[in-house]
């Protein structure tokens, strides 16, 4: 069974530019949320796809957004970076949205870092 | 509001058992996740109780009181290789979707 993959593991930019950050779902799992962990805290909700919609969305600015493609991998996108975007950025993937499905699977996360 | 307390960091010796608990006040509430994270690393699944009591698996074990909004990790037969943070969360189902809302971690030190 295939893991949660993503890329760039890390990544460095500067206040201003813009990132993309690519993951691949696990087999067989058709849901992809993204999760940002700043340093010293629990990961925050950003935002959720199903079927290559947005169904949900943390408190995290428009300049966040997203992707789901066909095949279920999702990309996260970030516009005109700010300092306060230096985090680990985690996918997880699960399958469907039924109150009883249970545990997200986390990909090693994409670390970004703005100067 | 969501708010989800843990302690920042606990010490405990190679061999004893130690508990993390973890308090909550959530709306929506649809279950209680313990996730292990070592350093760099992603987070990985360790219990989920949806119900009262204790789940066991292993080392690990896991309880709930969702009328105290309270839950503990029990960790026994303390190893080295069990230092990391552990991340309590719960499933907010209030707004239609899956979301886990984490706590800060409870950052864990085994030593000899």
């Known amino acids: 069974e295939t893991g949660v993959t993503q890329s760039p593991t890390h990544l460095i930019k500067t206040r201003g530019q813009q990132v993309t950050l690519r993951c691949s779902s696990q087999s067989g799992h058709n849901t992809v949320s993204w999760y940002q962990q700043a340093l010293g805290q629990g990961p925050q909700f950003i935002f959720q796809y199903y079927r290559e919609e947005e169904n949900g969305r943390g408190n995290f600015p428009p300049r966040f957004s997203g992707l789901q493609f066909p095949n279920y991998s999702s990309e996260l996108n970030v516009n005109a970076l700010e300092l306060d975007d230096s985090a680990l950025y985690l996918c997880?993937?699960?399958?469907?949205?039924?109150?009883?499905?249970?545990?997200?699977?986390f990909g090693e996360g994409s670390r970004l870092t703005v100067l | 509001g969501q708010n989800i307390d843990q302690p920042t960091e606990m010490t405990a010796t190679e061999g004893a058992i130690v508990q993390i608990n973890c308090t909550y006040q959530t709306s929506g509430f649809n279950g209680l996740f313990w996730y292990q994270q070592h350093a760099g690393e992603a987070p990985t699944f360790l219990s989920y109780?949806?119900?009262?009591g204790l789940e066991e698996k292993g080392r690990f074990s896991s309880f709930l009181s969702r009328s105290k909004g309270y839950s503990y990790l029990l960790l026994k037969e303390l190893q080295m290789k069990d230092s990391a943070s552990y991340l309590c969360?719960?499933?907010?189902?209030?707004?239609?979707?899956?979301?886990?809302?984490f706590g800060t971690g409870t950052r864990l030190l085994v030593s000899p």
């Open positions: 109780n949806v119900l009262d």
């Open positions: 969360a719960v499933r907010d189902m209030n707004t239609g979707f899956q979301k886990l809302v």
């Open positions: 997880a993937s699960s399958y469907g949205q039924s109150r009883n499905t249970g545990e997200l699977f």
